[in-house]
């Protein structure tokens, strides 16, 4: 599965799909949700693929959903049809729910917002040692999404996940390990080499056991989630209607930092 902005690559047993915005360090825009989730299917009803990484082209990762997209004056149009209003905000994220084969992140460069949603739903993440992350919403007026006020905690514990929230922070790869967001910190030249071998000697194991240890690890998680997504909606529309959510917009466009009100 080719396309503009997302590329799926088989190689023998494993996959790799790439984000493919480097000129907008893969910012996730919205037609791109519809081909990640594609892309994840395809993954999961190919039996010769046993294992995916997913990494970033250039310089990025994924800087998070594409603020140039709802950079309109006044905030984003009203949405109207019944479709759009009844989505979940950052259901990206249960496409996961149905791969079963491991995941593996290769976090090239910065994870930020969603960016960093999808690597935390990621089975192993694996850093370049120029990888940055950030829990970036606050600085937009909005709430975490796409599970990452579930995902969070439970990867880097309760106090350090508020931390992040709370100041929309950028933290390195180093200090991403030390806090257990990571696994581990390679070079940047060795990301991909140790992410695919990493997928290869996965895949050489035996699939069944593989994908039943998956569903099994993540499955309360995955109960989980569906729920956790429904309070972020509630909490991220009633974010949307705020000020101060208009001036973080207004502050983006123009290139300062947003003056916050709480209104």
Known sequence: MNGDSIILEQRERIAVLTLNRADKMNALAPEM????????????DNSEIRALVIT????????????????????????????????LVGEVTLAFEN?????????????AGIGLS????CDIRIAAANARFSAIWVKRGLIADGGATLLLPLAV????????????DIIDAQEAQRIGLVSRVVA?????????????????GPPISIELLKKLMWERTRNSIREQLIFESYAQNLCRT??????????????????????
Do not use: W, Y
Request: net charge neutral.
């Open 56 to 87: 970033g082209a250039g310089r990025g990762f994924c800087s998070g959903a594409d603020m140039a997209s709802r950079a309109i004056v006044g905030g984003p149009p009203e949405e109207t049809d019944r479709r759009a209003v009844l989505k």
């Open 33 to 44: 949700r519809g081909r990640f989730c594609s892309a994840l299917q395809q993954v999961q």
């Open 157 to 168: 514990g309760m106090e350090k996940a508020l931390e992040l929230a709370f100041t929309g």
């Open 188 to 204: 940047p030249d060795e990301l991909m080499p140790q992410a695919v071998e990493l997928a290869a000697k996965i895949a050489d």
């Open 118 to 121: 999808i690597a935390l739903a």
């Open 99 to 111: 791969v079963n084969k491991p995941i593996i992140a290769a976090i090239n460069g910065i994870a």
């Open 242 to 263: 705020t000020q101060d959510q208009k001036e973080a917009v207004a502050a983006f466009v123009e290139k300062r930092e947003p003056h916050f009100r709480g209104t």
